[in-house]
């Protein structure tokens, strides 16, 4: 049985093959240790590997990257992104209100692709998202990005959303908009995933 990206991740770091600081050891912890107290009394969520799976291959059957090396490629995720994703788009609340994680707070270190991960995750909240709240397909999301700077938002972050979006056919039905925030509207795709297991 082949590993899922993710977790290919977190044996990698438990084994210490890849070797990674304090915050990202404890968040391999908190996945395995949250995964080991699914469906334990006082545990409201589960991890739905299928959502996670849908997230992260979402991306290269949507995706192309748009400047540098690889623009017009498919963007693949790297394990350490799948394994964020995954935690992001995966955990889901057993009451069935969508899920668990509903804001994230993501740092990484210059140069490994923070513009462009964040621009690929707020196409898929934009266009191909359920409601975190309700778990029902968004209708019109809106997603809100924010930097420390104005520029790094709107030059940066929100460009590289409209250069991908170009790049990438299947997200042409998108149409962006952008003041302070920005509003998608979209056709449903449907993607088939296989299973992980």
């Not at 990674?20 to 107290?37: M, N, S, T």
């Not at 968004?138 to 700077?149: C, D, L, P, R, S």
């Not at 030059?155 to 003041?179: G, N």
Request: net charge positive; hydrophobic share 40%.
């Amino acid at each position: 049985m082949e590993l899922s990206p993710w977790e290919r991740y977190a044996q990698a770091v438990e084994s210490g093959e890849i070797v990674v600081g304090k915050y990202v050891r404890l968040a391999v912890e908190r996945y395995r240790r949250d995964l080991e107290r699914q469906g334990s009394d006082g545990f409201p969520y589960h991890f739905d590997e299928s959502k996670a799976a849908v997230v992260c291959q979402w991306f290269p059957a949507c995706l192309r990257h748009s400047i540098g090396k690889d623009a017009k490629n498919e963007f693949h995720l790297s394990d350490w992104q799948a394994f964020g994703i995954a935690n992001i788009f995966g955990w889901q609340r057993n009451d069935g209100n969508g899920r668990r994680f509903r804001r994230v707070f993501w740092t990484m270190a210059r140069k490994q692709g923070k513009s462009t991960l964040a621009s690929g995750i707020a196409l898929f909240m934009a266009g191909f998202d359920f409601n975190p709240y309700t778990n029902e397909p968004e209708g019109q999301a809106q997603v809100i990005m924010a930097a420390t700077k104005r520029e790094q938002s709107e030059k940066v972050i929100f460009a590289e959303c409209l250069r991908m979006r170009h790049q990438s056919a299947a997200m042409w039905p998108i149409r962006l908009s952008h003041s302070h925030t920005t509003v998608a509207t979209f056709k449903q795709l449907v993607l088939t995933v296989p299973s992980m297991a």
